[in-house]
């Protein structure tokens, strides 16, 4: 079957309440040229592909290297990159990709099958040490690659010069999407510059990497030989500056060229008419919840950590401590996802079920419980909200911020009854499970340890399903057991909001993460 | 034949040794009594779940798997070597970051430093020469504002009013000299400018009811004569001991205004990279640091020989 025949069947769910939101400009005739500039809230780690995978690092490389396919954000499914078409054997293990010709790295080198293989088999070498190890070592012939069993990953075939052959070693659904987060590197150039290659990075994309001073700046320019056609904008720079207040001051200025919103700076911009036509808003791919450790008593009763759930009034504090910038979250899948289903209602807020919920287990007189949260102030405010409602139903709350990579620890390691987190799994609906799942237990995601053989095989067949319809409906099968079960307390989905100057246009809500941006297609009209 | 002074500076940085030795095994212990996996902290940033596979790889990368007094004899090794190793972060070579981040942090302290002796060493001898006057009380009232006002709050009250409201300045940045340090260098200043002050009186004060200031006096000599070469030398060492303090403080970072200002300082390296237990980056910028106080401690001290002759080391 065609992989191109399964996204004809794909049944979009979606959900995306406001995906793209429309430009307050009407459609112009872009411009070339201009200095796009935005900020970062700390400095990329790494431009390395292979090294990094965090929101910072993305956000910089999707603009310096080209993947085999990107994410459609309005769809969120899997549209060409530099792979300008593909196939799904009759096994569904085997996608052949045919990459465009005349494809360009910044060296002037064209880009082949050769340095496809090679991106994915610096990923799977042991002294590369990536993150994205997991992404690719399903891939047939690649666990004996990385064991150093075998010279060379078996399943990776190069055809011809455009055209390569990837074999999975099991049937997943989740396979081809992992191509999304493949950027191609240039062999010659990754190998010269070894260590340097995160610091100083050489792609195909439509920016040219320029500068990187630490902490300070990251400059790239336009790449005039860009396969999809030279970007608007002529340089883009990234500025890190940590403190939203001055972030918030240097958009005020006009130095910077958009911004993100936070709960606290939402609403001055969101109701301002003067800005309220350059906010762009969307619900994000997370979901902000209480972890609840199903081991530690009495969380290790359904009933209690049901009562949690129906205690909170999840709708006062998303209107008042998150200022509106946020959904109230009924269940895992955030309306974004396409696995969201209306049908899932969550835990409606009713202190009377709560306190009955909680004689049933026992705890009548009323009980303990450490909230865990990150020394965040916007954490501190949650925690406290969650305090006065639980201390209203008999849980006597107390309160412990943490450094966040401590509290992470601690809950990695069975250690603390509950902890706070945003969750983001991505478009894929088992992914977004993967929490969920027994094979996940401690650091690997599933901190809860909860376990639900049923969860567990549907969430198994789903990885297996290739029909999109069927996998969504064994994800919703899943997340309905799940949201039975509460091991979280599931409390928001976050609206990601960004503000832009009134001459910025092609900017986009990116429900994945909005600092993802396709910079090539953003244009800056000139002030009058 | 080794002279006083000379013998004096190699006792000094013989005794370097034991303190660089107890400052990386003390970040070191700390640490990793800490709570925190870097290996998971580097990977769990907004995605669903850790890679065992991929942890085991990266801990045996940096080098996690051996016994923690191996690390630690590894690290002391490697740094008599002069090499530092690399981040776990950014996997770039600890001592090139530090010393990227040198000039940031040197411009910004040598910046912060002379406002606040170019205001409060004046502050404080007109104080002192005007005791208990309204000039005296107005100045330690001005002097204790300045103490008190936190930095975070000086530096976003300057970004809103020159920046924002008047446009005078750029709010943040690192950028040609005068416009981008003005402020963060104020909001450091000012502090630090008020101390010196409160200490430049209270020396002033002691100095000028000496007899020998009496006696030039009477002899006729002129008053800024009598203030430049015979008090305000003779007050300079508490000030200079405190500046030279401050200096070692401000060379190790000013973490919060160079936040605030987004300032590429070492302060923030070091805190950032303790936020994500990259230890040898931690372990570089404290070494930078200890490096820095005792290079400033012992130039302070010689200084005391230029100031007061009397002063002998052996």
């Known amino acids: ?136 070592d399903r891939i047939a012939g690649a666990q004996e690659y990385v064991a150093r069993k075998a010279s060379d990953v078996s399943g990776i075939r190069v055809l011809d010069r455009y055209r390569l052959a990837v074999t999975s070693a099991v049937a997943a659904s989740t396979f081809p999407l992992s191509f999304t987060q493949l950027f191609i590197v240039p062999r010659e150039e990754a190998e010269r510059l070894g260590r340097e290659f ?133 269940g895992v899948f955030p309306p974004s996802h396409q696995a969201y289903t209306r049908t899932v209602k969550g835990y409606d807020y009713n202190p009377g079920r709560a306190r009955e919920l909680l004689a049933q287990a026992g705890l009548a007189s009323g009980l303990d419980l450490e909230l865990h949260g990150s020394t965040s102030p916007v954490i501190g405010r949650w925690l406290e909200g969650f305090q006065h409602y639980l201390t209203d139903v008999g849980v006597r709350a107390r309160i412990v911020q943490q450094d966040f990579g401590v509290m992470l620890d601690r ?49 198994d067949e789903a990885e297996r399903t290739l029909n999109l319809r069927r996998q969504v409906g064994l994800c919703q099968e899943a997340e309905r057991l799940v949201v039975a079960d509460a091991p979280w307390f599931f409390f928001n989905y976050n609206k990601a909001v960004l503000v832009h100057q009134p001459n910025i246009i092609g900017l986009i809500g990116n429900p994945v993460e909005m600092d993802y941006q396709p910079m090539h297609k953003v244009w800056i009209r000139p002030r009058r | 034949m080794i002279s006083g002074i000379s013998a004096y500076v190699i006792k000094r940085l013989l005794l370097a040794v034991p303190v660089f030795v107890g400052v990386t095994l003390v970040t070191f212990v700390l640490m990793h009594i800490v709570p925190g996996d870097p290996v998971a902290l580097l990977m769990e940033e907004k995605v669903a779940t850790i890679d065992p596979a991929a942890a085991r790889l990266i801990r045996a990368k940096w080098g996690l798997d051996d016994p923690l007094p191996l690390q630690y004899l590894k690290f002391l090794r490697n740094a008599l070597q002069g090499d530092l190793g690399f981040s776990y972060r950014t996997d770039q070579s600890v001592l090139r970051s530090i010393l990227d981040r040198v000039p940031a942090t040197a411009k910004l302290a040598a910046a912060a430093l002379a406002i606040a002796v170019l205001i409060g060493v004046p502050l404080g001898i007109v104080a002192a020469l005007r005791q208990n006057s309204l000039f005296d009380s107005a100045s330690i009232m001005v002097a204790t504002i300045g103490v008190s006002m936190p930095n ?121 990279s303790i936020g994500v237990r990259d230890l040898p980056m931690a372990q570089g910028c404290i070494l930078f640091i200890a490096t820095a106080f005792i290079a400033l401690n012992l130039i302070v001290d010689l200084s005391y020989l230029w100031l007061d002759p009397r002063i002998k080391y052996r």
């Open chain 1, 1 to 136: 079957m065609k992989w191109a025949l399964i996204q004809s069947t794909v049944v979009t769910i979606v959900m995306v309440l406001g995906v793209i939101s429309p430009q307050p400009i009407g459609a112009q005739t872009p411009i070339y040229g201009g200095h796009f500039r935005r900020h970062l809230s700390s400095d990329p780690a790494n431009l390395d592909p292979a090294q990094t995978n965090t929101v910072r690092a993305v956000s910089v490389k999707m603009n310096i290297f080209d993947s085999l396919f990107r994410l459609d954000p309005k769809a969120l499914d899997i549209e060409p990159g530099v792979a300008e078409s593909w196939s799904l054997s009759e096994d569904n293990r085997t996608i052949t990709f045919r990459l465009r010709r005349g494809v360009k790295f910044h060296n002037g080198r064209e880009m082949t099958a050769d340095d496809v293989k090679y991106s994915i088999q610096r990923i799977l070498t042991p002294e590369t040490a990536s993150p994205f190890l997991r992404t690719f």
């Open chain 1, 198 to 330: 995160g610091q100083r990075p050489i792609g195909s994309g439509p920016f040219i990497f320029v500068s990187w001073h630490r902490d300070d700046t990251i400059l790239l320019r336009a790449n005039p030989d860009y396969w999809e056609g030279r970007p608007y904008v002529s340089a883009l720079e990234f500025r890190v500056i940590p403190d939203p207040a001055t972030a918030q001051a240097e958009f005020d200025t006009g130095r910077q060229d958009y911004m993100l919103l936070g709960d606290v700076t939402y609403r001055r911009y969101a109701d301002d008419p003067a800005w309220k036509p350059y906010v762009i808003e969307v619900p994000e791919l997370f979901t902000r919840h209480i972890g609840l450790n199903v081991t530690k008593p009495p969380l290790d009763d359904v009933r209690v950590r049901q009562a949690i759930n129906h205690a909170i009034d999840k709708a006062t504090l998303v209107r008042t401590v998150l200022q509106g910038k946020a959904l109230v979250a009924t």
């Open chain 1, 411 to 459: 809950a990695g390691r069975n250690e603390i009854p509950t902890w706070v987190l945003s969750h983001g799994g991505g478009p894929n609906c088992v992914d977004y499970l993967g929490p969920f799942r027994s094979r996940n237990f401690g650091p690997a995601g599933n901190r809860m340890r909860y376990k639900n053989e049923r969860v567990d095989a549907l969430l």
């Open chain 2, 152 to 272: 975070f709050w000086l530096g976003i009250l300057l970004i809103y009013l020159l920046a924002v409201q008047w446009r005078w300045l750029p709010p943040s940045g690192y950028g040609p000299v005068i416009p981008y340090m003005i402020m963060p260098a104020v909001t450091l200043g000012t502090g630090l400018s008020a101390v010196i002050a409160r200490l430049t009186r209270s020396a002033m004060l002691e100095v000028i009811r000496q007899d020998y200031i009496r006696t030039a006096r009477a002899k006729g000599v002129a008053q800024g004569r009598i203030i430049a070469v015979h008090a305000l030398r003779n007050a300079a060492i508490p000030i200079v001991t405190v500046v030279g303090v401050q200096l070692s403080g401000l060379l190790s970072g000013a973490v919060i205004t160079e936040r605030v200002f987004s300032w590429p300082g070492i302060g923030r390296l070091l805190v950032d």
